[in-house]
């Protein structure tokens, strides 16, 4: 079985991706593409995941595993979605490292999956606002804790994926920026139901109607209507177009407020941020979606 694990990250999605793949639950199981209600595998893993930590999983763990996900269905990929699959939010940045436990949880995965391909998804932040995010009002004393005395700007995704790859050499993984989200928003779906380009799907454009005006949503339909045959890197230039002209403000600001935080360091951090996306094209089996 092809399985897609998408893994976040906090504070990316806010599990709306997992909203769009349930309204295609129908249309997908149709196709043999199964997505569980989480109900059916969060808590399962995450106790799984524990057990492991202390001893190898039974040589039928992945029957009982798939038999409880599934319950009946038949297919021949499943979608899986968690933002906390390697961890809680106070887990995502320890000692100066990005979810420094994912590279055991994704052995764990790969030993309850064992003999199915694993496909990971990603959206990737930029730690100017990552790190407010996840760590909501810290102390100036608790951030250098979290950090380990390391430079913020040190902080690269390209170390963490590439410590995931370490551990899982013949896994692929997708990955994009979480702030061109709302342009690849029905291609990261597609991505992960393996559909193709023009394929239909439901809620294609669900992110963008969360942050623009009712108007613009109005007028950006009307758009599409009348401008039928678009390809997706034209549909793209399109939304680039009515975000930057009917986008809700509030809707579009991200938090930046930490001790110390200066805009130099903001500068600083988004700078790194670009930079690491070079070394991110770099890394063996990794795929990054350009807008």
């Known amino acids: 079985m092809q399985v897609i694990i998408h893994t976040g990250a906090h504070c990316t999605d806010g599990d709306r991706i997992l909203k769009c793949l349930l ?58 979605s968690n933002a ?25 995965l790969h030993k309850l999956f064992r003999g199915d391909r694993l496909t990971m998804f990603m959206g990737l932040r930029n730690p100017a606002s990552f790190l407010p995010a996840v760590l909501g009002n810290p102390t100036r004393e608790q951030l250098a804790d979290v950090l380990g005395g390391t430079d913020p700007g040190k902080l690269r995704w390209s170390d963490c994926l590439r410590r ?5 050499p ?6 994009w920026c979480n702030e061109d989200t709302p342009l690849l928003w029905a291609h990261i779906i597609r991505q992960m139901a393996g559909l193709q380009p023009d394929e239909k799907i439901v809620g294609g454009f669900d992110l963008l109607s969360d942050l623009i005006t ?8 009307a758009y599409l209507h009348t401008h039928t045959g678009l390809n ?46 070079t070394r991110i094209r770099q890394i063996p089996g990794v795929t990054l979606i350009d807008p």
């Open 84 to 108: 906390y699959f390697f961890g809680s939010r106070r887990l995502a940045v320890r000692d100066g490292q990005l979810y420094p436990a994912a590279p055991e949880r994704v052995r764990y």
């Open 214 to 221: 009712r108007e613009g949503m109005q007028k950006f339909r």
């Open 232 to 277: 997706e890197n034209q549909k793209r230039c399109v939304i680039a177009a009515f975000l930057e002209n009917f986008a809700i403000p509030e809707r579009m600001e991200e938090e930046l407020d930490l001790p110390g935080w200066t805009e130099e360091l903001v500068e600083e951090l988004s700078d790194a941020y670009d930079d690491d996306l």
């Open 23 to 80: 309204r295609n639950k129908q249309a997908f199981a149709d196709r043999g593409i199964a997505v569980p209600g989480p109900g059916r595998y969060r808590e399962l893993l995450g106790h799984s995941f524990r057990a492991m930590s202390a001893t190898a999983p039974a040589p039928d763990a992945r029957e009982v595993l798939m038999d409880a996900i599934l319950d009946e269905e038949h297919a021949d990929r499943m979608i899986l």
């Open 170 to 175: 013949d896994m692929d993984m997708i990955v």
């Open 164 to 168: 995931i790859h370490a551990a899982a």
